[in-house]
Each structure stands twice: as C-alpha cells, then as structure tokens.
C-alpha cells in the first residue's frame, strides 16, 4: 500500500485547508494517459471506485490502477528549485524502504 510521509500530510492538509474542500475531501491521484505519468488534483470525495487511503489526518484517493502501481511506493514532498531562484516544494513518488532482516 502506499505510504505517506509526515511532511507529504502536512502538504495535503494544508492544501485541502486552503481550498476550503468538505470534511473527507483529499488528494487524487490519477492517471488519465498512463504514458503522461500521473496527475494529482484535489477532490471534495473519491470517485466510486477510487481505492481510499486514510491517516495522518489526510486523505488520499487513488484510481484502481494507480493503486496498483504505487503499491509499494511512498508520497513525500521534496524541494526543487523554482525558475524564479528560490524552493518549491513537489510531491514525489519514492521506493519504500524495506525493513532488514532479522
């Protein structure tokens, strides 16, 4: 299943708190041209068949096929530099770490 960092959370809370989204409204993530990579958007609720991530205080609605893909990934936000000079925080899609063995 995939992960969701603290930092990705707090990004996703803030979103969804500054456009204002109704209680269980959260973040897309979809895959309208597959070949084109993903696509995030907000959303006020998943769509019907949208797989739903909850935790952290956020929500995550995630297509049948995108839940396949990012199974074993995890969502964080990492700063990139801006055409502008300055930082810009994106989502990123990243390995999940896996834990050693024993």
């Known amino acids: 299943m995939l992960a969701?960092?603290?930092t990705a959370a707090e990004a996703i809370k803030t979103l969804t708190a500054d456009a204002e989204l109704?209680?269980?409204?959260g973040l897309r993530i979809s895959a309208p041209d597959p070949e084109q990579?993903?696509?995030?958007s907000l959303a006020g609720q998943p769509?019907?068949?949208d797989v739903v991530l909850g935790g952290n205080g956020v929500s995550v609605f995630l297509e049948?096929?995108?839940a396949?893909?990012?199974?074993?990934k995890v969502l964080d936000v990492q700063p990139v530099s801006g055409a502008d000079g300055g930082q810009e925080l994106r989502f990123a899609i990243?390995?999940?770490e896996q834990p050693p063995e024993a």
Request: hydrophobic content about 35%; charged content about 25%; proline content about 12%.
């Open 4 to 6: 969701i960092t603290d």
């Open 94 to 96: 990243g390995v999940q």
């Open 47 to 49: 769509a019907p068949e």
């Open 37 to 40: 990579g993903l696509e995030l």
């Open 22 to 25: 109704p209680d269980g409204g």
């Open 68 to 72: 396949q893909v990012l199974d074993d």
């Open 64 to 66: 049948p096929v995108v």
